[in-house]
């Protein structure tokens, strides 16, 4: 699973630094958790800012789950998304 | 900072932006009134019982930023009162720093313990068994505790099986290391500024969000649009600060991009701090003075000065960072405006000192600073520098966290005198601060040198910082390797003349 987060002005100012925090904590966390996928594997990038918050307050801080847009994202939020895969039985 | 705290945190961010935003763009301060609700729109509340609460709480912060005093309800009046008077652009100070927004405070109950839901009832009890002043006795449903008798020793808390009793209290009282806050006639909290040492901790502890510190932001921008020659010198924990994509060079471009004519390393300050703490020590331990403490940190000097005033003297006469940077710069930039940017709000008081405000004109946070970027849309890691920061040696660098004052101090001594055996401490956090002045006092810490930080982990872990302490502490330490200096007795911007010799 890759979870990237923008890192710009912006999204760090309005938590993207405390999502990081978070998904660092939990991917340590989850090596002692019960029930994690033997396969899965948690990908953090960092992006540099792509301007989408430009003019726009409903934005920052954005993250991108395996793709998908997640904007004005949490710490909460985001460590659920993660969890509910890291814990998928097929 | 505190992370956790994310939402409080973000609110007092939108306040700095915003303020910067206003400034930027000459925004009528008369029309405040509007930008509150531009920054909490709609009829529902999203922090508080009601919007009106919210609205009311986040006047007073705006209010506070632009450097005017937090208001009761009692005067609460429209949002633009006497907002003239902090409508220029050189530097208001309106006493004190660091005050509680009483509308906003929630009144939190002070240090005691309480019985929770956990409790079982059980025989033994041994919270009964272990109270030294019979506060403890059993009720109908559960063990009550008579809290005119309890001392809060917290006996009963350690002997309970089921963790039911608990000890809470207010965060603000108890991040404070100099019991300078106490209750008002509405149990909110209430700071005495005789006792404040402004380190800032109450501020980051309270979770309403009801304490801050005036911000001299507005007065900046309005300076640097005026087209002064305003000169940033950045305390050496900016490094990783303005997320973790940037560089150090990319963060002092990203500051000249704001209308800056030119960023300079505090660090180079700090070197002089070394070499005149190192000279100074030589000269007066044991001698003069039976040990000596740093002087870097104007919480734990303030601290000193109001709690132990005999013992004033022992700490280092050698000037802070900030004013040797200042001063530098100001001999070699006539006419030069100068910012000093850190982590740190005590500073802003140093600042007001009568031997330093002709040296430094504004102190602003680097959350301010972030504040500054957002609202003119500059990314930091986006910025291509001409040149790398090269102001400042390693041992200046590692200024930024606990324990690197002590470790340039001595290892210069060192230097100059390698038979010199140097004991050192470094503490850190206000509460530490005290507790080793205690004991310096005492006569236990005599021929040694006494690094005292106010804030956890140093600079790093300051009220301003925008990064958790590891992440800063390791970035920060990388840069100091990349320094071209290994000692400040190598620093080539700092003149012979200046350096203190033996």
Redo the contacts between chains.
Sequence with gaps: MKIAIC????C????S??I??SLEDLQESMQTMEGIRDDFVLEIE?L??EGHC?GDEKVAPLVYVDGEAVPMA??PMIMERVLNEAMRID | MR??Y?DII?IR??VF?KIAQLAYEDVDLLLLNREIYDLLPGEQATYRESIFRERAVIGERLRMALGLNARTAAETGAVTEGIDIVDIDRLVYNRPLVEVIKIACEACPEKHMIVTDNCRKCLAHPCVNVCPKSAVSIGKHAAIIDQEKCIKCGKCVEACPYHSIVTTGRPCSEACGVNAIHSDYLNRAEIDDDKCVACGACITACPFGSIADKSQLYQLIRSIKRGEPVYAIVAPSFVSQ????AKPAQVFEAIRQLGFTDVIEVGMGADLTTLNEAVEFLHHVPGQKPFMGTSCCYSWKLMVQKNFTAQNDHISESSTPMIYSAQQLKARTPGAKVVFIGPCISKKLEALQDSVKDSVDFVITFEEL??M??AR??????MQPQRDPAEASATGRSYAYAGGVAAAVTSRIKELDPEREVRFESVEGLHDCVKLMRLAKAGQKNGMLLEGMACTGGCIGGPGT???LARAKKNIQAFAKESPFASPADNTHLAAADKPVL
Aim: charged share 20%.
């Design positions: 890192t710009g002005s912006k760090t100012f309005y938590g630094s405390h990081i925090e960092l540099p800012c430009k949490t710490g | 992370d956790s994310i973000t961010r939108k932006a303005f997320g973790p994509l972030m504040g970027f957002v849309e500059v990314e930091p890691s986006a925008l990064v958790p």
